[in-house]
């Protein structure tokens, strides 16, 4: 249990739609990472959000944006739907000093039709 | 961030040692090792880091090659709950560096009664 949560854990959507992932991080944790996993791959790294702003992003589209709130819980919204959207989308908190391990929630998992 | 190379998979014998290699030939000298796994339909979990001297935790043992260029994950005493993922990462830490964690494939350990 890492104390990191994402919601929903499942959606289903269509393509074109647009969708919001939510992420509440772990206590005391002031960054939030996004990736993507499809199936049977490892986790892709979307963007990190430190203190309320991007801090790195991965080679995502625009349509991929985040938000990080004051109480450092997080959003993903993805605009525009693609069938190759479809994967479990994951959240990780960490406290940036020294080590940043970084703690996964279990994820969201989207599949678009 | 430098490379790694896994083998895809391997087996274990439940309650014998369990030993995962790693090759990051590539290695800068300010770059730590990390690994982390996945088991199914969960995010991945951290396991331990270490930059050059061997490291051990409740979890895991790493032991890292003189050169750096290799290193080696060992579960003493695998558990069929210890069947999963498991992800070899090498990342630098520092206020540049953002969180960005660039997973492989990954080895698959299946652990056999």
């Known amino acids: 249990e890492t104390g990191v949560t994402q919601s929903p854990t499942h959606l289903i959507k269509t393509r074109g739609q647009q969708v919001t992932l939510r992420c509440s991080s772990q206590?005391?944790?002031?960054?939030v990472s996004w990736y993507q996993q499809a199936l049977g791959q490892g986790p892709q790294f979307i963007f990190q959000?430190?203190?309320?702003?991007?801090?790195g992003r991965g080679n995502f589209p625009p349509r991929f944006s985040g938000l990080q709130f004051p109480n450092y819980s997080s959003e993903l919204n993805v605009n525009a739907l693609e069938l190759d959207d479809s994967a479990l989308y994951l959240c990780?908190?960490?406290?940036?000093?020294?080590?940043?391990?970084?703690?996964f929630g279990a994820g969201t998992r989207l599949s678009v039709l | 961030d430098a490379k790694t190379t896994q083998p895809p998979s391997m087996d274990c014998a439940e309650g014998r040692a369990a030993n995962l290699p790693c090759n990051h030939s590539?290695?800068?000298?300010?770059?730590?090792v990390y690994w982390y796994r996945q088991i199914h339909s969960q995010g991945p979990q951290y396991i331990i880091h270490?930059?050059?001297n061997n490291e051990t935790n409740e979890m895991a043992s790493l032991i890292i090659t003189e050169d750096r260029k290799s290193s080696t994950l060992i579960l003493p005493h695998a558990t069929l709950r210890d069947t999963a993922v498991y992800y070899c990462?090498?990342?630098?830490?520092?206020?540049?560096?953002?969180?960005?964690?660039?997973f492989g494939q990954g080895t698959t350990l299946q652990v056999k009664p």
């Open positions: 990780a908190s960490s406290y940036p000093a020294g080590a940043d391990i970084q703690y």
């Open positions: 990462i090498v990342r630098a830490h520092g206020s540049g560096n953002t969180g960005k964690l660039i």
């Open positions: 959000y430190y203190r309320e702003e991007e801090n």
């Open positions: 590539t290695i800068s000298g300010n770059e730590y």
């Open positions: 270490g930059l050059k």
């Open positions: 206590s005391g944790h002031n960054t």
